[in-house]
């Protein structure tokens, strides 16, 4: 497929190369891409949309995310980094030279680059590290039709929209609200109204396999992250965590218990999630 895609740029067609685009998973072009000759992979990410080039990035190793962050232009480097999921981003700085890594953060918006540093900040393998701030935030005193507004203007870039979390003056945790919830609830009725307050989270330095255990025991799609002043960190959704708990399967399978736990997270994931996508942008409430 990648002839395919080669004979696609080839054309000039940015019409065609959508076309192409839209039929195909970002894990396939992911493949494609990196069977590319140097010219054809800057052409494809100069040409693609940010948020589609993105998450076809984010399927690639950080070696290979890099060298084409090198290769391009700066606007479409700029582009790229910020469109990237920011456990995706966490994971590329970890990955590369401090200086190289030093040198991409400049191309983050600001606040963007704030909230990277403090995930960069946890260790390998907590909650703090795997959390992303794709999530959809918002104020407790907003009113539900406020909320939708807000939502769709943000939704589209949020890794979760079946959730809305809470967050007080102080950026502290304050409840979740499902969709529904939301949905169905009069236009001037207050989040704090209806917000479940009574919150299932996991602290910034708990254990990955702590995290995987809360979110197979409670039935959850994803979990809050926050630090021990209930400010919130993020969000860790379960297909993000099957991938660190495989990882640690595979490595040591009787730590895991002959992997249920694993089974247990792949089988929310195929069967329980409608609302999870994989995305980028930064979405904490205004």
């Known amino acids: 497929m990648a002839k395919v895609l080669s004979k696609v740029l080839n054309s000039k067609s940015n019409f065609e190369l959508e076309m192409f685009v839209v039929k195909h998973q970002p894990y396939d072009l992911a493949e494609m891409v990196t069977a590319l000759d140097f010219k054809d992979r800057i052409y494809f990410f100069s040409n693609v949309a940010p948020e589609t080039g993105a998450e076809i990035m984010e399927n690639m190793e950080p070696e290979f995310q890099y060298r084409i962050l090198d290769d391009v232009k700066d606007h479409v480097k700029i582009s790229l980094l910020n469109h990237m999921s920011s456990d995706k981003v966490v994971d590329l700085f970890l990955a590369i030279h401090p ?3 030093e040198i991409l953060m400049e191309y983050l918006q600001r606040d963007y680059q704030d909230k990277i540093k403090i995930l960069m900040s946890y260790e390998a393998n907590t909650a703090g590290s795997l959390a ?29 929209v079946s959730y809305i979390y809470v967050i007080d003056t102080h950026g502290k945790l304050a409840g979740v609200v499902s969709i529904k919830e ?41 979990i809050p992250v926050v ?8 969000i860790i959704n379960v297909d993000d965590l099957i991938d660190v708990i495989h990882e640690e399967a ?19 994931t195929l069967f329980g999630i409608c609302f999870v996508k994989e995305s980028a942008g930064c979405l904490s409430c205004l």
Do not use: C, F
């Open 250 to 268: 595979t490595e040591d399978i009787q730590k895991l218990g002959g992997s249920s736990l694993l089974r247990k997270l792949i089988s929310k």
């Open 99 to 101: 200086y190289q890594a």
């Open 182 to 222: 939301i949905i169905l609830a009069q236009p001037t009725v207050k989040l704090e109204e209806i917000a479940k307050k009574d919150i299932i989270s996991a602290l910034a330095e708990q254990h990955q396999e702590q995290v995987a255990d809360i979110l197979a025991r409670y039935d959850l799609v994803a």
């Open 132 to 160: 992303s701030v794709n999530y959809i935030g918002a104020r407790k005193h907003w009113t539900i039709e406020h909320t939708l507004e807000h939502v769709r203007k943000v939704g589209q870039n949020a890794d979760l």
């Open 227 to 234: 630090d021990n002043t209930k400010r919130m960190i993020g």
